[in-house]
């Protein structure tokens, strides 16, 4: 079993939808939480921090659940520039892990 | 200001040979991390450095990749007698500081070194 494992998509969905991702970890002692994007051939960038309690910013909402191990993200009223890969990342105390990423292409 | 940056941005070498890949954080930046992403796929957490030490060197793929980093700031990755399965895009990132909480975790990462191995 994978330690960070998403769903790989492709999410097809079309413009202003809400889309929800999840993205479940095996290691129970891992502390810190995130999601980043990635555009075809472009570095990585953080999208949000997972904050324990869940945060939301503008369209996106990030949740944490302990108990199950899992972290999600919600986009709501989604656009043609949310297309993206995105990649959960779970970090350790001397370990980082980056799920493979899940794809998302919003359609006019 | 200056982001990461790395070079060079694009490496062909032939199977057998060293490379050696670059990495300049951002000032400040005490938390450095090396990854590789092969075509298609997610990151690969290769070794992270906090300061000049590097706690945990398991994510290194085989003893031919070693990395330092001196000074507290620029970071070399050296791939010894690289194979084809090394091709793959090499990015380094840094934050703040690593294991101090979420804001200082923040990574940033560079373009990236793409190696191809012939």
């Known amino acids: 079993r994978k330690e960070v494992e998403q769903d790989p998509g492709p999410f097809n969905v079309p413009e202003g939808a809400t889309v929800a991702f999840n993205c479940t970890y095996s290691?129970?002692?891992?502390?810190?939480f995130f999601w980043y994007r990635q555009d075809c051939r472009k570095e990585p960038k953080l999208l949000m921090s997972?904050?324990?309690s869940g945060n939301e910013d503008g369209r996106f909402t990030a949740q944490l659940n302990r108990a199950s191990q899992y972290i999600s993200l919600l986009i709501r009223d989604s656009k043609l520039s949310d297309s993206a890969t995105y990649l959960c990342?779970?970090?350790?105390?001397?370990?980082?892990?980056f799920g493979s990423g899940t794809r998302l292409s919003i359609r006019p | 200001g200056a982001g990461v940056s790395q070079s060079p941005s694009n490496k062909v070498t032939e199977k057998g040979k060293d490379v050696e890949l670059r990495c300049d954080p951002i000032?400040?930046?005490?938390?450095l991390y090396w990854y590789r992403q092969s075509l298609g796929q997610g990151l690969e957490f290769l070794i992270y450095?906090?300061?000049?030490?590097?706690?945990?060197k398991s994510g290194l793929p085989s003893d031919r990749f070693s990395a330092e980093r001196t000074g507290g700031s620029v970071s070399t990755l050296t791939i010894q007698r690289t194979q084809q399965e090394d091709s793959a895009v090499y990015l380094c990132?840094?934050?703040?500081?690593?294991?101090?909480?979420?804001?200082?975790?923040?990574?940033?990462f560079g373009p990236g070194t793409r190696l191809l191995v012939l």
């Open positions: 990342v779970v970090k350790g105390a001397s370990k980082i892990i």
């Open positions: 450095f906090q300061g000049n030490s590097a706690p945990d």
């Open positions: 997972v904050y324990s």
């Open positions: 000032s400040g930046h005490t938390a």
């Open positions: 290691n129970s002692a891992s502390q810190s």
């Open positions: 990132a840094s934050s703040l500081r690593h294991g101090q909480g979420i804001r200082k975790e923040t990574q940033y």
